[in-house]
């Protein structure tokens, strides 16, 4: 599983010579260049977030994405690297582990450990039981994460999106 790592990228490579369109190694990153706050999420999630990070740009809020492709063997130096200018994190996930947080949460923190990287990472979860996640709701939580941040909220538990009705 380790080794797998320069399989996943070699073959991404080979993909994008091929076929003309690269959809990235480990992950992928949109508008990340001058990024403040930093959507992260999976799969379907982490797309939807790239309308979000639009609509928070047309607001005056530098937002950008990273899309986390490759799960195991945990893109530890990519994550790394895409996320060492941000000045926030909020990481969207339709799943929760047993305990405290969403997966892939817990992994960015623990990439993040032992380095000079310390920003404020707030994480949702969204989308459960196949309900939709939409661009909206997602800059809505970002939004909220920032007003949280500026109020010294840097490290809140948990939150839900959309995961209840009332």
Do not use: H, Y
């Given at each position: 599983l380790n080794e797998s790592r320069d399989?996943?990228?070699?073959?991404?490579?080979?993909?994008?010579?091929a076929f003309g369109r690269d959809h990235g190694g480990m992950l992928w990153q949109y508008k990340t260049d001058d990024a403040e706050m930093i959507l992260a999420g999976m799969g379907s999630v982490a797309s939807e977030a790239t309308a979000a990070a639009?609509?928070?740009?047309?607001?005056?809020?530098?937002?950008?994405?990273?899309?986390i492709?490759?799960?195991?063997?945990?893109?530890?130096?990519d994550v790394r690297a895409a996320f060492s200018k941000a000045k926030a994190i909020c990481v969207?996930?339709?799943?929760?582990?047993y305990g405290y947080e969403g997966a892939?949460?817990?992994?960015i923190k623990a990439a993040f450990y032992g380095t000079?990287?310390?920003?404020p990472i707030h994480n949702y979860i969204c989308g459960l039981g196949g309900r939709d996640v939409k661009a909206r709701e997602l800059a809505e939580a970002v939004r909220s994460s920032r007003d949280a941040i500026a109020a010294g909220d840097t490290e809140?538990?948990?939150?839900?999106?959309?995961?209840?009705?009332?």
């Open positions: 399989v996943i990228i070699s073959t991404s490579r080979q993909f994008a010579g639009d609509m928070l740009r047309s607001a005056g809020i530098r937002a950008g994405v990273v899309g492709r490759v799960f195991r063997p945990f893109p530890k130096e969207f996930e339709k799943g929760i582990s892939l949460c817990s992994e000079d990287i310390r920003l809140p538990m948990p939150k839900w999106l959309n995961c209840f009705t009332e």
